[in-house]
């Protein structure tokens, strides 16, 4: 199996505060990857600093053997909602299109053909009918679906989704974590920020605990465990002792 | 009103205005879309005002004012965004900090050279007053915003509407970022003469607004823009010529006469659409 992700002694920092501290993993392709961990743990940090979005004091990311620079149109990255303008002029089917912008290079607009996948798109993630529909008009579920399809336009190696169940409705989250399943079984590499531990172990089949240092990593049976989930939450839950951590 | 159309035929000085304002009416309508859109409407009036010590050091040197203002103008937005990413300054008063430094300077540089007719002409505008060079230095450079805003109109899309998924995919925000202010500051030039420095803003942004208030397309929303701001340019040119008033306030309070309209009358935004919503869902709870 092919490596995806590799992350070297990552250190990264906000105004002099820790938010990684020597974080090392290796995920290989064809995983469905949640990182968990408590509030402030650096989950979204982590997945910001494996794009490059936020600058690292120290370390190394590679992706698929290269660095993140050559990689970029084969990496698709769906944001948190509350990152969007929402009332920004911008249809369903447009915000779509966007995903084919990457492989589109500088100057060059998009064609018929890639109209046309922007629907199918859509289409794959079940709202295709509310095509004309600002966004804004959308439910919170239905928004995450558009920004899903925008992802899956782009045709990528990978994907990022930073806390993509987050006031979202159960039957487009349904949605979301088929088509996500379904791109792990074909080969994808698929890598969650997910907060809501209640889910972990059906969604995902590897997991990242962090709490600003690797607390574990690898498949879902070795690190969904009480103790081991304890050693990130425990500083959140100081009453209680690994082992009464609720699962 | 034919008043109007018969010295436009006649005089030279009233078709130079017209074909000043109309341009300016257009370049700031659709540069004005991605003002508003980015939340960069206090960065317009900013950068607005901070051409002012470059027009005055152009004058004393005695080259286009275009080179000075373009200068200054780019340094201040350069100042602004090095101060709020060097410190914990917020990047509404870092613009603050810098862009009334700018205008201050500008005013006492003006002071000195001792001609104060020129600094009345800058800050309010006199669109009937243009000479054929400012008419060209206008065109060109309104020629040259839209063809880069045509060029790169993929790149503006998605860096306002999704900057993150701008940058994961490579594209340098920041570049576009002072791209966008080098043409703010272009189109700043361009109105000076007709708007003037102060009034520039609302040129900016209030016909943007308005067609903001009636599309869900940007496409859309930049040729309404840019219709709504050739349509207060010629109200306003009227307003100034048959009442002897300034240009500037003239064009301006017709765009905000238009932006009034939208905003009672809109079909979707508007406050008559919204009383109407309000009322039937009442009705239907009512039932």
Request: hydrophobic share 50%.
């Amino acid at each position: 199996m092919k490596t995806a992700i590799s992350v070297k002694d990552l250190f990264v920092s906000y105004h002099g505060s820790e938010a990684l501290n020597n974080v090392s993993f290796t995920v290989n392709e064809g995983n469905l990857v949640g990182i968990i961990g408590p509030n402030g743990a650096g989950k979204s940090t982590l997945l910001k600093s494996l794009l490059n979005l936020i600058s690292i004091d120290k370390g190394e990311v590679q992706i698929l053997g290269k660095s993140i620079k050559e990689m970029r149109t084969k990496v698709a990255y769906v944001p948190q909602r509350s990152n969007i303008d929402w009332d920004f002029p911008i249809t369903v089917i447009d915000t779509v299109l966007l995903g084919t912008y990457p492989n589109l290079g500088i100057f060059k607009r998009p064609k018929k053909s890639d109209k046309a996948w922007a629907l199918e798109c859509l289409e794959k993630v079940g709202i295709a009918e509310f095509r004309h529909r600002q966004i804004g008009e959308l439910s919170g579920g239905q928004q995450q679906r558009v920004f899903l399809a925008r992802a899956l336009a782009q045709k990528p190696d990978m994907y990022f989704l930073d806390e993509p169940f987050v006031g979202v409705d159960v039957t487009s989250e349904e949605t979301i974590i088929t088509i996500l399943k379904e791109l792990r079984d074909i080969g994808k590499t698929v890598v969650v920020v997910h907060h809501d531990l209640s889910k972990a172990s059906d969604y995902f089949n590897e997991l990242i605990l962090l709490n600003k240092e690797l607390i574990e990593y690898g498949a879902v049976e070795k690190v969904f465990t009480p103790e081991v989930l304890g050693k990130a939450y425990s500083n959140h839950f100081p009453s209680m002792t690994a082992v009464e951590v609720k699962i | 009103m034919m008043n109007f159309i018969d010295a436009l035929m006649q005089y030279g000085f009233l078709q130079k205005a017209l074909i000043t304002s109309i341009m300016v009416g257009i370049i700031c309508g659709v540069i004005g879309c991605f003002i508003i859109l980015r939340g960069m409407a206090l960065m317009g009036d900013a950068i607005s005002h901070a051409v002012l010590p470059g027009v005055a050091i152009s004058y004393m040197l005695g080259i286009n004012f275009f080179f000075g203002a373009v200068l200054t103008g780019v340094l201040t937005a350069l100042g602004i965004g090095f101060i709020s990413q060097n410190s914990r300054i917020k990047n509404d008063v870092s613009i603050g900090i810098m862009f009334t430094a700018a205008f201050a300077s500008g005013i006492i540089l003006i002071t000195l050279m001792k001609s104060s007719t020129d600094l009345y002409h800058i800050l309010f505008g006199n669109v009937l007053a243009v000479r054929p060079s400012e008419m060209w230095t206008t065109l060109f450079i309104g020629i040259f915003v839209l063809v880069s805003i045509y060029v790169f109109y993929k790149e503006l899309l998605v860096s306002s509407f999704d900057s993150t998924m701008a940058a994961a995919y490579g594209l340098p925000t920041r570049v576009i970022h002072y791209f966008l202010m080098t043409l703010l500051t272009l189109v700043t030039v361009a109105s000076l003469q007709t708007v003037g420095i102060i009034l520039v803003v609302a040129m900016l942004i209030t016909p943007a607004s308005t067609a903001y208030l009636l599309t869900n397309r940007l496409w859309v929303m930049l040729y309404l823009s840019a219709g709504i701001g050739v349509l207060s340019s010629i109200i306003g040119l009227y307003l100034s010529f048959t009442y002897n008033l300034a240009s500037g306030a003239t064009i301006v309070l017709a765009a905000t006469a238009l932006f009034i309209v939208a905003f009672i009358f809109s079909p979707k935004q508007g406050l008559i659409w919204r009383w109407i919503r309000k009322f039937r869902k009442r009705e239907s709870y009512a039932r």
